[in-house]
């Protein structure tokens, strides 16, 4: 379970209310009018912004930010050296039966395209047609809330705006009496722009960054199931495979997973 993103939405809260406003302080920002104006603003421009096909995954995109990192991709690689060996061993057929254990759906469906003899650039090709549609919903989820982020400090300005004029316009039917209430209107006339900012950098903008890395996770993930899939069925060596497999990681990671499978494959031989 990852609780970063939680964590740090109500540290910002803690450390705006207790060092930027504080306690005793607090009730100068609060204000209903204000607070319904940018979130109700902001849902507004969303709703018309999305179909309901998009906006009925929210509740799964809040899962996301909290489910903790699912793609492993060494171990994938692991199983894709596995799964080499094997077909090297006893062809592409084999690899039928492994397949039924595998849980992730993309993993096990690339595995069974193989094993059905498919041409290999039809697999590819395949392959990448289906991570990229998943990549574009993806773009869609992370881009709801970017969207939100922009939409919350411009309803925060409107809501100014409309409280600045309505103090004018009070000054005005007072006859400049209204000026003795000037700060106090015009601190309630800023609320509106603190509220959108603090909506937009606090919780819209660090849910997008999440969804954003999660997503960056399973394009990973599924790039290096095709690359290890395209490599199984053109029969390469499977510590071939491993290096190239790699290849995408960071260095630091790849030098430990490497020394790992030496390791491995030493005490194998020397048993």
Known sequence: MDITT???????????????????????????????????????AILASYPFRILGDIPKHLMVLTRG???NVPKLVDQMVDLAMLARQSGLLALEEKAEEIKEPFFKQSVLMIVDANDPDKVRTMLERQMDDMMARHDEAAGLYEKASSYAPAFGMVGTLVGLINMLKGMNLDGGGGASTLGEDMSVALITTFYGSLFANLFFQPIAKKLRIRQAEEELYCMTVIEGIMGIQAGENPKFLREHLLSCMKQSQQKKLLLKAEKSQGGGEEG
């Open 6 to 44: 939680l964590l740090g939405m109500v540290l910002g809260m803690v450390l705006v209310v207790l060092v930027g406003i504080g306690p005793a302080k607090l009730g100068n920002f609060w204000d209903v009018p204000s607070l319904a104006m940018v979130l109700g603003g902001t849902v507004a």
């Open 69 to 71: 990192k699912k793609y």
